[in-house]
């Protein structure tokens, strides 16, 4: 702008200061942005007695858009800005309200455009855009209509402040009514609720609520704000934060259920239901007509509705995280109580009950819960208070503790382990437990996710069992993770294959048939051991397709056989995974049928793993065996051995493991139990078959004791099915 270029003032009214009365306030901040240092001082001089609502202003010196913006970012609260148009660049000042409305993100801010240029005046479309409040031409400019241009600007900002208020205030009720899963609902909404109140009635946001249960005489804090923000969630009473004076009132409001206003402020009453009441104070005078008290009654009318419904909420969140059986806090409250903890310290313990379930089915489920609830009563009790006790799901539960010592654990296992006692009766069981630290670089759902680990190890093994979680562990968890990948993989890949081991007549030395083995040749590690991957097929269900695979490729390698020696078998082994199948039996009959096998050339090797699950292996077993497939119970001695188990069993013969064979010719304890087995098995007419052999002296041995068939390298090693050909076209009896 040229030197020619500033304000020129005409004659100054006889005009005082707007002197309406309010609460005293800091000084309406107003920036002065122009390159010209005189329009600065002029501006000064002419705004230097302006006040509004006994506010003086505080006028602030920008000399370019750049240095407007240095100021604007270091003081939010600027109310208004008069602002050159034309500046270091014509479109300066026009720029620098797209920055502010825009980049800055500030729709309060009121500006006024100032141009001693009247050839660069905005048109009407850039003034609605931007919300600029005035547009004024320096030379004409006077102070009067200087003056009320500023006051109606501030008059502006003070409203859409006023309204910006409210809206936050309402923005925060409605969520803190859609939002169920927040612990402290009702504090949020009861600061909703004294944001939108102070707003209303034009005061400072100084306030509580306050909230009287029928069941309670002295009322509680839900929600505070400003200088009362200590008070919130404690009671009303010798609240440290409150002062007597306003307990009076407060108490006042609710026992005569009427609002009260004072010098110092107001206390709404919201009307009561029949289980509660409640008052909001807000501090400052408010002066109210007829009407503003007709709405301010709706109001209240509305917010104690509200207030109802967040309760419900605050229930419906309670039971987001309390265990409604028990009462402890469940997995969502126990991951919260985690998060809290910073930084993380201490021990999580969870805690398996033994065999839960069967007590479950055999006392049923009210007595189970009684045993549930009794034995979170008897946690709580043992564990010391500082320790947090969740329920995690059904028999399953957690102890958390900061103390980073575990000295604690095991006595505190020993005294969980004894019994409990419900009516007079007895309830013993025992637990076993994962252990987890909870260290800093761990998340909660990570120390959650260990001592699950470490559980779900101490159960696979030996039950209770307390096992500490460790690095070995997870690298199990993740390879099995991997070796399952891999697996899917490997069937489509053709990795897999399966090798044939004969059986061998131990009486006449004749070939019998074979044992179908499943073998895996990894693209990068090579030959995986079948003890490394089959339990990880049965764990996670890929055995079943695996299974009816295997079925078809050895029924396919049978033809074979029996083309180049009639009569020989082929034993198939058979998962407990498999035969929870209802569809199994019927599957493996199409399969064999369909490859021309009679299914009595056809064994089906079951391990004694089926005992976890007896009444339905029983039946699938006896499909088979009415589909005229033969039965064998393969490994047998290694796990849930019994004499009554052969019985119950509908099978053809058993297999003796090779952890026996293992001791022969060893102690003489060993062959003796070898020889009884043989002889109740003989008893049973049931054929025995054992495996492992590789010694001469092994072969005579069970032969002697009146095994039936023999397996091993002795005979033979597991061969791939051109091998197995050859072996059968060249096998002699020895």
Same mark, same amino acid.
């Given at each position: 702008?040229?030197?020619?270029?500033?304000?020129?003032?005409?004659?100054?009214?006889?005009?005082?200061?707007?002197?309406?009365?309010?609460?005293?306030?800091?000084?309406?901040?107003?920036?002065?942005?122009?390159?010209?240092?005189?329009?600065?001082?002029?501006?000064?001089?002419?705004? &230097?007695?302006?006040?509004?609502?006994?506010?003086?202003?505080?006028?602030?010196?920008?000399?370019?858009?750049?240095?407007?913006?240095?100021?604007?970012?270091?003081?939010?609260?600027?109310?208004?800005?008069?602002?050159?148009?034309?500046?270091?660049?014509?479109?300066?000042?026009?720029?620098?309200?797209?920055?502010?409305?825009?980049?800055?993100? &500030?729709?309060?801010?009121?500006?006024?455009?100032?141009?001693?240029?009247?050839?660069?005046?905005?048109?009407?479309?850039?003034?609605?855009?931007?919300?600029?409040?005035?547009?004024?031409?320096?030379?004409?400019?006077?102070?009067?209509?200087?003056?009320?241009?500023?006051?109606?600007?501030?008059?502006? !900002?003070?409203?859409?402040?006023?309204?910006?208020?409210?809206?936050?205030?309402?923005?925060?009720?409605?969520?803190?009514?859609?939002?169920?899963?927040?612990?402290?609902?009702?504090?949020?909404?009861?600061?909703?609720?004294?944001?939108?109140?102070?707003?209303?009635?034009?005061?400072?946001?100084?306030?509580?609520?306050?909230?009287?249960?029928?069941?309670?005489?002295? $009322?509680?804090?839900?929600?505070?704000?400003?200088? !009362?923000?200590?008070?919130?969630?404690?009671?009303?009473?010798?609240?440290?934060?409150?002062?007597?004076?306003?307990?009076?009132?407060?108490?006042?409001?609710?026992?005569?259920?009427?609002?009260?206003?004072?010098?110092?402020?107001?206390?709404?009453?919201?009307?009561?239901?029949?289980?509660?009441?409640?008052?909001?104070?807000?501090?400052?005078?408010?002066?109210?007509?007829?009407?503003?008290?007709?709405?301010? /009654?709706?109001?209240?009318?509305?917010?104690?509705?509200?207030?109802?419904?967040?309760?419900?909420?605050?229930?419906?969140?309670?039971?987001?995280? @309390?265990?409604?059986?028990?009462?402890? $806090?469940?997995?969502?409250?126990?991951?919260?109580?985690?998060? /809290?903890?910073?930084?993380?310290?201490?021990?999580?313990?969870? *805690?398996?009950?033994?065999?839960?379930?069967?007590?479950?089915?055999?006392?049923?489920?009210?007595?189970?819960?009684?045993?549930?609830?009794?034995?979170?009563?008897?946690?709580?009790?043992?564990?010391?208070?500082?320790?947090?006790?969740?329920?995690?799901?059904?028999?399953?539960?957690?102890?958390?503790?900061?103390?980073?010592?575990?000295?604690?654990?095991?006595?505190?296992?020993?005294?969980?382990?004894?019994?409990?006692?419900?009516?007079?009766?007895?309830?013993?069981?025992?637990?076993?437990?994962?252990?987890? /630290?909870?260290?800093?670089?761990?998340? $909660?759902?990570?120390?959650?996710?260990?001592?699950?680990?470490?559980?779900?190890?101490?159960?696979?093994?030996?039950?209770?069992?307390?096992?500490?979680?460790?690095?070995?562990?997870?690298?199990?968890?993740?390879?099995?993770?991997?070796?399952?990948?891999?697996?899917?993989?490997?069937?489509?890949?053709?990795?897999?294959?399966?090798?044939?081991?004969?059986?061998?007549?131990?009486?006449?030395?004749?070939?019998?048939?074979?044992?179908? *083995?499943?073998?895996?040749?990894?693209?990068?590690?090579?030959?995986?051991?079948?003890?490394?991957?089959?339990?990880?097929?049965?764990?996670?269900?890929?055995?079943?397709?695996?299974?009816?695979?295997?079925?078809?490729?050895?029924?396919?390698?049978?033809?074979?056989?029996?083309?180049?020696?009639?009569?020989?078998?082929?034993?198939?082994?058979?998962?407990?995974?498999?035969?929870?199948?209802?569809? %199994?039996?019927?599957?493996?009959?199409?399969?064999?049928?369909?490859?021309?096998?009679?299914?009595?050339?056809?064994?089906?090797?079951?391990?004694?793993? @089926?005992?976890?699950?007896?009444?339905?292996?029983?039946?699938?077993?006896?499909?088979?065996?009415?589909?005229?497939?033969?039965?064998?119970?393969?490994? %047998?001695?290694?796990?849930?051995?019994?004499?009554?188990?052969?019985?119950?069993?509908?099978?053809?013969?058993?297999?003796?493991?090779?952890?026996?064979?293992?001791?022969?010719?060893?102690?003489?304890?060993?062959?003796?139990?070898?020889?009884? @087995?043989?002889?109740?098995?003989?008893?049973?007419?049931?054929?025995?078959?054992?495996?492992?052999?590789?010694?001469?002296?092994?072969?005579?041995?069970?032969?002697?004791?009146?095994?039936?068939?023999?397996?091993?390298? +002795?005979?033979?090693?597991?061969?791939?099915?051109?091998?197995?050909? /050859?072996?059968?076209?060249? +096998?002699?009896?020895?």
């Amino acid at each position: 702008m040229s030197d020619d270029d500033y304000l020129v003032f005409d004659d100054e009214p006889d005009v005082a200061g707007d002197s309406i009365p309010s609460e005293s306030a800091g000084p309406w901040k107003v920036v002065i942005v122009d390159d010209e240092e005189f329009v600065h001082k002029s501006t000064k001089l002419s705004l &230097n007695h302006l006040q509004l609502d006994s506010r003086p202003l505080e006028l602030l010196s920008a000399y370019s858009a750049n240095d407007a913006k240095r100021l604007l970012r270091e003081n939010a609260d600027v109310a208004v800005i008069l602002l050159d148009v034309v500046m270091e660049e014509d479109d300066a000042g026009l720029a620098l309200v797209d920055w502010i409305r825009n980049e800055l993100d &500030n729709p309060i801010i009121r500006i006024i455009l100032r141009t001693g240029q009247p050839g660069y005046a905005p048109e009407m479309e850039v003034i609605n855009r931007y919300e600029i409040n005035d547009y004024l031409a320096k030379g004409q400019l006077t102070v009067e209509r200087f003056w009320t241009s500023v006051t109606t600007a501030l008059r502006s !900002y003070q409203q859409v402040c006023a309204l910006e208020q409210s809206r936050r205030g309402l923005r925060q009720v409605i969520a803190s009514s859609s939002d169920l899963m927040r612990a402290y609902g009702l504090e949020s909404f009861g600061q909703g609720v004294l944001q939108q109140i102070a707003a209303h009635l034009q005061l400072q946001t100084d306030g509580l609520f306050a909230v009287a249960e029928e069941h309670d005489e002295q $009322p509680n804090v839900v929600a505070a704000t400003g200088q !009362y923000a200590g008070a919130a969630l404690k009671p009303l009473e010798n609240n440290p934060f409150v002062p007597g004076t306003i307990v009076e009132a407060v108490k006042c409001c609710l026992r005569e259920k009427e609002h009260v206003f004072d010098a110092d402020g107001v206390v709404l009453f919201l009307h009561a239901s029949k289980d509660w009441a409640a008052a909001v104070r807000i501090d400052g005078k408010a002066r109210l007509d007829a009407n503003e008290l007709d709405l301010l /009654e709706l109001f209240c009318s509305n917010i104690a509705l509200g207030f109802d419904n967040t309760k419900l909420f605050d229930k419906v969140s309670k039971l987001a995280f @309390i265990d409604s059986l028990t009462q402890l $806090p469940n997995t969502t409250s126990l991951l919260e109580r985690l998060g /809290e903890q910073n930084p993380p310290a201490g021990f999580l313990l969870m *805690l398996d009950v033994d065999f839960f379930h069967e007590l479950n089915e055999t006392l049923g489920y009210d007595k189970g819960n009684q045993v549930l609830q009794e034995f979170s009563l008897k946690i709580r009790n043992i564990v010391p208070e500082s320790c947090t006790v969740a329920r995690l799901h059904t028999d399953v539960f957690a102890v958390y503790s900061t103390d980073q010592s575990k000295a604690c654990i095991v006595p505190m296992l020993e005294e969980l382990a004894k019994p409990i006692f419900i009516g007079g009766e007895e309830y013993r069981f025992g637990i076993t437990s994962g252990l987890a /630290e909870y260290h800093p670089g761990l998340s $909660p759902h990570d120390v959650l996710r260990q001592s699950e680990i470490a559980l779900k190890k101490a159960k696979g093994s030996k039950r209770g069992r307390l096992v500490e979680f460790s690095i070995e562990l997870e690298e199990a968890i993740t390879n099995r993770g991997r070796l399952v990948h891999d697996l899917r993989g490997a069937f489509n890949r053709d990795e897999l294959r399966l090798a044939y081991q004969p059986k061998i007549n131990l009486a006449t030395r004749e070939l019998e048939g074979f044992e179908a *083995l499943l073998r895996w040749q990894h693209t990068s590690r090579g030959w995986v051991s079948p003890g490394e991957f089959i339990p990880v097929t049965e764990h996670s269900g890929l055995i079943i397709d695996f299974g009816e695979w295997i079925i078809d490729e050895a029924c396919k390698a049978l033809v074979k056989f029996q083309k180049s020696l009639a009569n020989l078998h082929l034993a198939i082994n058979v998962s407990p995974v498999q035969l929870r199948e209802s569809t %199994f039996p019927k599957k493996m009959l199409a399969i064999v049928e369909r490859n021309g096998i009679s299914p009595t050339s056809v064994i089906a090797e079951v391990t004694e793993g @089926i005992a976890a699950d007896e009444e339905r292996a029983i039946f699938a077993l006896d499909t088979l065996r009415d589909k005229k497939f033969s039965v064998s119970l393969d490994d %047998f001695g290694t796990g849930y051995s019994s004499m009554s188990y052969l019985m119950q069993l509908p099978i053809n013969s058993i297999k003796i493991d090779r952890a026996f064979v293992r001791e022969i010719p060893g102690t003489e304890a060993t062959v003796k139990i070898l020889e009884s @087995i043989i002889k109740i098995a003989g008893a049973l007419n049931l054929d025995v078959v054992v495996e492992g052999l590789e010694t001469d002296r092994q072969v005579k041995i069970v032969s002697d004791l009146g095994a039936t068939t023999g397996q091993g390298y +002795y005979f033979a090693k597991p061969m791939f099915l051109d091998e197995a050909l /050859e072996f059968i076209a060249a +096998y002699r009896p020895l």
